[in-house]
């Protein structure tokens, strides 16, 4: 058993030694830079720029952005689940498997109308 492991292991390994080797790479070949002052300022079509370069962001572009994550990760299960649906059919599981999606759409449309009701998803 440990041996059907060997496997996933080593993508792991793979997975985390493939970012840790890249940047220590381009650390090695990157030229060192020698600007000083006047040269690190950012630039703007050749005037001094007006305001800083992190200005401030609302709240609800992130959470605009983690409902997007959640819609991807929703259609991440929708896939293999409607893909295998018809195996389910023709093995008389079809009924369970679709009570079981219709759940799990029931409490995404829950937290998405709790959202709603709490003025999350209000842009005025």
């Not at 080593?10 to 890249?22: E, G, K, M, N, Q």
Request: net charge positive; hydrophobic share 60%; charged share 10%.
């Amino acid at each position: 058993m440990p041996s059907a492991y060997l496997p996933v292991l080593l993508y792991a390994a793979l997975v985390i030694a493939f970012p840790a080797v890249t940047l220590v790479f381009a650390k090695l070949i990157r030229p060192t830079s020698t600007r000083v002052g006047a040269k690190l300022m950012p630039y703007e079509c050749g005037i001094p720029p007006e305001g800083g370069s992190r200005g401030r962001y609302s709240v609800r572009f992130y959470i605009v952005a983690m409902l997007f994550v959640i819609f991807d990760v929703e259609t991440m299960f929708l896939i293999p689940w409607a893909i295998l649906y018809k195996g389910w059919v023709a093995a008389h599981a079809g009924l369970f498997a679709l009570v079981s999606m219709f759940v799990f759409l029931g409490i995404l449309v829950v937290g998405y109308v709790w959202l709603y009701k709490k003025g999350a998803l209000e842009w005025a």
